[in-house]
């Protein structure tokens, strides 16, 4: 089970940082994603991280605003979330997969997902 947490509203420019904490399981061996929902759109990526060897992903509107990171000895990752923009509110949710993503995360390829946390940016 993923829970996350840290979501709400802030005014452009803010800043917010998400969590994400495995219950029940270690997250060595997995990929975790963040992806997006806004109303009426697709589920879209933000970014990812590899756990054991904490490479990076990241989806081209949120590059040099948004970082992923993980901490070993809580068994969580963190989006921290930078510079927001109006664009950017949506439903967040971590995902996770075990072993490597190949290519440009998507959602069919994440089997666990957390309940979503609604982020909400106002100009």
């Known amino acids: 089970q993923l829970v996350e947490s840290g979501g709400g509203s802030v005014q452009a420019g803010g800043s917010l940082r998400l969590s994400c904490a495995a219950s029940?399981?270690?997250?060595?061996?997995?990929?975790i994603g963040w992806f997006r929902q806004a109303p009426g759109k697709e589920r879209e990526f933000v970014v990812s991280i590899t756990w054991n060897s904490g490479s990076t992903n990241a989806a081209d509107s949120v590059k040099g605003r948004f970082t992923i990171s993980r901490d070993n000895a809580k068994n969580t990752v963190y989006l921290q979330m930078n510079n927001l923009k109006s664009e950017d509110t949506a439903v967040y949710y971590c995902?996770?997969?075990?072993?490597?993503?190949?290519?440009?995360?998507?959602?069919?390829?994440?089997?666990?997902w957390g309940q979503g946390t609604q982020v909400t940016v106002s100009s």
């Open positions: 029940g399981r270690t997250f060595s061996g997995y990929n």
């Open positions: 995902a996770a997969r075990y072993g490597y993503v190949l290519g440009r995360p998507n959602p069919r390829m994440y089997d666990y």
